[in-house]
């Protein structure tokens, strides 16, 4: 079966750094994803892992650890605009139709 | 590059309508996928096509739902006989030939309410 859990709301100051966490139980695995979505907007892409490790991209970090079935998204510096959901998903085997964890939602306070 | 483009942004209908909705994918994107997201629950795969081919739909409903991609013109998918139920966003996604999710992209969505 497919199961991925996440927090379902998280809080923050601006300036903070905050840790999402993702663990997932899939039968299939071809990378995991982290996607930032603005109410009523469309999901967008921020981090791929598929292998084991800590991936850095500008104030936003995804690490991955396979054996644990364990991932996070560190965000630093955090700012207003950050507040959003953040979705945790894994690819699948074969074309990598993605499965969805339900979204962490952020919210960032002055 | 306009990227996925997805209409009608909102969509109402009565219970027992047709309703269609479209996804042009981004140029160069042979790769569509739909997902539905119902509230306060996570974006659930349906259907995945290529050009005139479904290649996946373990996540479609066996009745009233069907999409297709053609080779000219937009993927559309399609739910006849609406209910209450199927009120949701529903989010169409494109990647190239060679990227699969790795590179997919997603459009603005479709809010479907149904009345």
């Known amino acids: 079966g497919q199961n991925i859990d996440q927090p379902t709301e998280m809080t923050a100051t601006e300036g903070a750094i905050v840790q999402i966490n993702c663990t997932y139980q899939?039968?299939?695995?071809?990378?995991l994803f982290w996607y930032q979505q603005h109410a009523g907007e469309a999901p967008t892409f921020l981090s791929y892992?598929?292998?084991?490790g800590l991936e850095e991209k500008g104030r936003f970090s995804s690490f991955l650890s396979r054996s644990k079935g364990y991932s996070y998204l560190l965000l630093k510096e955090l700012q207003m605009k950050d507040s959003a959901s953040y979705l945790c998903?894994?690819?699948?085997?074969?074309?990598?139709?993605?499965?969805f964890g339900k979204g962490t939602m952020l919210l960032v306070s002055p | 590059n306009a990227g996925v483009m997805q209409n009608p942004r909102h969509l109402v209908r009565r219970r027992g309508q047709e309703a269609r909705l479209r996804c042009s994918p981004m140029?160069?994107?042979?790769?569509v996928y739909w997902y539905r997201q119902l509230p306060e629950e996570g974006l659930k795969f349906m259907v995945y096509?290529?050009?005139?081919?479904?290649?996946?739909e373990s996540g479609m409903p066996k009745e009233r739902f069907s999409a297709e991609f053609p080779k000219e013109g937009p993927s559309i998918l399609r739910i006849q006989q609406v209910v209450r139920g199927d009120s949701a966003a529903y989010f169409c996604?494109?990647?190239?030939?060679?990227?699969?999710?790795?590179?997919?992209?997603f459009g603005q969505g479709t809010r479907l309410t149904v009345v």
């Open positions: 892992n598929v292998l084991d």
């Open positions: 996604a494109s990647s190239p030939p060679a990227g699969g999710n790795t590179e997919a992209f």
């Open positions: 096509l290529q050009k005139e081919n479904i290649i996946d």
């Open positions: 140029k160069g994107h042979s790769h």
């Open positions: 899939t039968s299939g695995f071809n990378g």
């Open positions: 998903a894994v690819g699948g085997s074969g074309y990598s139709t993605l499965t």
